[in-house]
Every structure is written in structure tokens, then in C-alpha cells.
């Protein structure tokens, strides 16, 4: 067994949801803040501070530094990208982190590949919940808006994570 607690396949270690100890609420805690830690980070990106607007010249003087001077349309395809890539990479470490929290507390006696498959669903259909409320709130910010295609993008990196999470597991675990 292994001391990763993504790869505990039998029973959960000593005080795990076995007793109101101090040892259960460290591991219920060690299973969940990082999911607490990435929703505050995705809640603190979706302020007025985090729009195009205010991102676009810090970013800009930062790759300018090392890559020379953009055109205006070149900053903007790339300032987008950037952007984007943000969604697909923030979003998909939310998943890993719901998975991780699901695998860790969620118990069941069902066969491993049953509760892998439950958890990769439960983590995919947690970070649709986030993303869909952020980009909910961000319509009534006023330099922001929502869309769908950021739903879209950031359940993308959340599916390939999975599925990368998928695969290492099914090696690890021969199932």
C-alpha cells in the first residue's frame, strides 16, 4: 500500500472516519482543503481585480521581458491563450482535489474500479457546479461576463485531469 492518500485502496488509516478524534478531523480536513484552498483561489480570480483589463498589462510587461515587444493583436491572441490556459489548468487541479476528496472519504464496499468511476464523476460534476457558479457571478461584475465557452474550457482541462487520473490509477492498481 502506498502512503499517498490518492492511493489508499483498503482501509483508511486509524482514526479515519472511525472516531471523533483529533486523527479523523485531520484527515477529513487533509482530504477536503485543498478543495476549500482552489475554490477560494478561482473565487479570488473572479473579481473585478482578475478581469482582461486589469491582467493584461502586468502580464504583457512580464512576457515582453522576456520575448521582446507584441504587436497589439499579437498581445491580445496571446493575452488570450494565456487566459484560457489558466481555465483549463485551475479547473482541471479543482478536479484532481474533488477526486482526491472523494477517494479519501468516501468508503464504500464497492469494488475499486466502482468507486473510481463514482468519484471520477462526483469530481467532474463538482467543478461543472464551480465553474457554472462562477461564471454565473462574474455576469454582474462590470468588467466581466460569463460564458458558457469558459464552462466548456475549464470542464475540458477538469475531463483530461480525470482522465490522466484514470489511466496512472489503472496502472498503479493493475484494474
Known amino acids: ?8 485502496e483498503d482501509e483508511p488509516p486509524v482514526g ?22 482552489c475554490c477560494l483561489v478561482i473565487a479570488a480570480e473572479s473579481t ?5 483589463d486589469h491582467t493584461s498589462t502586468p502580464l504583457q510587461r ?3 521581458f ?8 499579437q498581445w491580445w491572441r ?3 491563450i494565456i487566459r484560457k490556459s489558466g481555465h483549463f489548468t485551475g479547473y482541471g487541479l479543482l478536479s484532481i482535489s474533488w477526486f482526491r476528496a472523494f477517494w479519501m472519504t468516501f ?35 462590470p468588467n466581466r461576463s460569463g460564458s458558457a465557452r469558459d464552462v466548456l474550457v ?4 477538469a475531463a483530461i485531469m480525470q482522465i490522466l487520473v484514470w489511466l496512472w490509477m489503472r496502472r498503479r492498481f493493475r484494474t
Do not use: N
Not at 479515519?16 to 484552498?37: C, E, I, N, Q
Not at 473585478?48 to 482582461?52: K, M, P
Not at 475549464?154 to 482541462?157: N, Y
Open 1 to 8: 500500500m502506498s502512503s499517498s492518500p490518492l492511493l489508499e
Open 16 to 37: 479515519a472516519g472511525t472516531s471523533r478524534g483529533k486523527s479523523s478531523l485531520m484527515y477529513l480536513a487533509s482530504a477536503w482543503l485543498p478543495v476549500l484552498f
Open 48 to 52: 473585478v481585480y482578475f478581469g482582461a
Open 62 to 64: 512580464f512576457f515582453e
Open 66 to 73: 522576456f520575448f521582446g515587444p507584441f504587436t497589439q493583436p
Open 78 to 80: 496571446l493575452h488570450i
Open 107 to 141: 468508503r464504500t464496499s464497492a469494488p475499486v474500479h466502482d468507486r473510481r468511476v463514482a468519484d471520477h464523476a462526483l469530481a467532474m460534476l463538482g467543478t461543472l457546479l464551480v465553474a457554472s457558479c462562477d461564471e454565473f457571478h462574474q455576469t454582474f461584475l
Open 154 to 157: 475549464d470542464c475540458s482541462g
